[in-house]
Every structure is written in structure tokens, then in C-alpha cells.
């Protein structure tokens, strides 16, 4: 495929050399796949859902062989495409499975509200809905949080189709970072203010009394109501997702701002200056959105930035020492 234009027969051109191994970001999947197995053999008796999180790895295996059969006997940019946005997809599945890790470990979230209100003085998740209620900025609010998942497509989309040099680059960083962020979460278990204001009531943290709630999240998952205009379009969006797919987990840092940043970076990288100014708007409204709809404390949203930053420079240098 060319480097700046797009044939779509291209897709389906057969490559002189396949590769014969797994792909990196397939090897990516295979690391944390090895990492969170040996976790469960230390923690098996602990686990709520052994079996099934068993099971789930299983099917992915398989899932994965089976596309990587499909590949070695149609090489082409199809059936790799098909092999990356596969693992991508799976995600979704990956993240609500950090909780059933650390859920085992005593939260930790008296200690980062701790933090919020020494540094701001006061609970930024609990001001910023309330200095700005009306239902427009709510629906920016969520339009911005609700974009996440689609941001990562278009991206994804965009190095396939006019940057496939670096392609595999890309998807590379992307899962890369997705996984590190996930073991960040199965060891450092931080709920977010959505779910330990529920826990300790909003009285007590705007008068900034945080208890230390111990292993309350490992069979509580209730969440407060997200705040905003609840007949909004993308308001019910965001709160479909949290219902189907949300757990306790996940809140530092903010993978939904470090990702994001990241993706930012990578368009910048291959100097798409009208992805990047398209982008940039979503970006600074999804930012936003993560404090604005209790998903996470304002330092989750720098540890976020500071944390893409590092993992941009450090998977890139990665990927440089592979040949694929």
C-alpha cells in the first residue's frame, strides 16, 4: 500500500513476505495475557470468577490462532488489519477483568481524594458539574467522554488506509499503552469519585472527610448517578456504557486522558495537521469530561498526561528495536 494515497484494492494484495510470527501488538496481549495467568495461580483461591476469566483467556487464544491461520493462508493488509483490530476490540473485555484483581486489595481512594483536596483545597469533581449545570456544556461534557472509543477508531483507521508504513507502529503504541495502564490498575486499586463519594456520601467529601473504606468496592459497584442533563443524547450514551461495562476500577491514572493524548501524539508524529486540529476539540472536551462526570479526580487527568508522555516516547523507542 502506498504511504500518502489509498487503493482499496491494495488491501487485498498479496504480501511477497508474510509475516510468519505473531504481530507485536499480538504479542502484547500475549505479555499481559502471561502476566495476569501467573497472577491468578498466586491468587486462584481469591478469585470471585476463576473459571470464567479461565475460559475468556482460552477463547482468546483461539481467536487469536485462528486469525493468524487465516493470515498465512490470505497475506495481506486485510487479514493483518483484521488480526490488529481484533485484539483492539477485545479491550473491552480486558478492562472489566483489572477488577477482578483488585478487588482482592484495599482501596485506596481516601488517600487520592486526600491528595485532591491538599492540593486544590477542595473536591474539583464535585465543583465543576455544579458551576456548570445547564444542559449544553452537559451535552459537550459527554459528547467529549463519548468520543473516546470512536477517537481510537479513526485514528487506527487513518494509519491504515494513508500511513500504513507505520501502521503497526501505531497499533503497537496504542494496545501497548492500553495493557500498561492495566496492570496499573490490577495493583493500584483507586475507584474514582463516581464510586467513593458513593461510598462515604457526598456530605462527607465536600466537608473533606475521606474514610478509608477497605475492601468495600469487592462486592459494592454501586456508582452515583452521573450529573448533567439526563435527557441529553450523549448524556444516555455515557450512562449506557458505565451501566454495561463500568466496575470500580481504573481511576489513576486516567487511561481515558493518557490514551487520548496519545493518539493526539501519534497523529502529530505523522504530521496529519487536519486530523490533528478535527481531533483537538474532542480531545480538550474529553479531558474535561473525566472530572466533570465523577469518573476521576483532577490529579488522575495529570497523571494522565504526564503518563502518555512517557509511554509515547517509551513504546516508540520499543518498537524501534523490532522488526516486523
Not at 481484533?86 to 484483581?101: C, G, I, V
Not at 449506557?240 to 496519545?262: K, L, M, N, Q, W
Not at 483537538?280 to 504526564?306: E, K, M, Q
Amino acid at each position: 500500500m502506498n504511504y500518502k494515497t489509498f487503493d482499496f484494492l491494495s488491501i487485498f494484495k498479496l504480501e511477497k513476505k508474510p509475516k510468519k510470527g505473531l504481530l507485536a501488538a499480538e504479542w502484547v496481549m500475549v505479555g499481559y495475557m502471561a502476566f495476569t495467568l501467573l497472577l491468578m495461580l498466586f491468587t486462584y483461591t481469591k478469585l470471585e470468577n476463576p473459571e470464567s476469566m479461565l475460559w475468556g483467556r482460552l477463547r482468546i487464544a483461539v481467536m487469536t490462532a485462528a486469525l493468524w491461520a487465516v493470515y498465512r493462508m490470505l497475506p495481506c493488509p486485510l487479514t493483518r488489519f483484521a488480526r490488529v483490530a481484533a485484539q483492539m476490540a477485545l479491550l473491552s473485555w480486558w478492562y472489566p477483568d483489572t477488577y477482578e484483581f483488585n478487588r482482592m486489595f484495599p482501596n485506596l481512594d481516601h488517600h487520592f481524594a486526600t491528595w485532591e483536596q491538599q492540593l486544590f483545597g477542595c473536591q474539583p469533581a464535585l465543583l465543576f458539574c455544579r458551576a456548570l449545570p445547564g444542559p449544553v456544556f452537559s451535552e459537550l461534557m459527554d459528547l467529549g467522554y463519548a468520543s473516546y472509543f470512536p477517537m481510537i477508531l479513526v485514528v487506527t483507521l487513518f494509519f491504515f488506509v494513508w500511513r500504513y508504513k507505520d501502521f503497526h507502529r501505531a497499533a503497537f503504541v496504542i494496545l501497548a499503552s492500553f495493557f500498561i495502564y492495566y496492570v496499573i490498575y490490577i495493583i493500584l486499586p483507586v475507584a474514582g469519585p463516581q464510586y467513593y463519594y458513593k461510598a462515604i456520601g457526598m456530605d462527607a467529601a465536600a466537608q473533606g472527610h475521606f474514610a478509608d473504606v477497605g475492601n468495600y468496592f469487592a462486592t459494592h459497584r454501586e456508582a452515583l448517578t452521573s450529573p448533567g442533563y439526563r435527557d441529553g443524547v450523549f448524556y444516555k450514551m455515557v450512562a449506557d456504557a458505565h451501566e454495561a461495562g463500568e466496575r470500580p476500577t481504573a481511576a489513576f491514572p486516567s487511561s481515558h486522558v493518557g490514551i487520548s493524548t496519545i493518539l493526539l501524539l501519534l497523529v502529530w508524529r505523522a504530521r496529519s495537521r487536519r486530523l490533528l486540529l478535527a481531533l483537538l476539540p474532542l480531545y480538550v472536551l474529553l479531558c474535561l469530561s473525566t472530572v466533570y462526570i465523577y469518573a476521576h479526580y483532577a490529579i488522575d487527568v495529570f497523571a494522565g498526561w504526564a503518563s502518555a508522555v512517557v509511554l509515547f516516547v517509551a513504546l516508540n523507542a520499543a518498537y524501534s528495536r523490532i522488526r516486523e
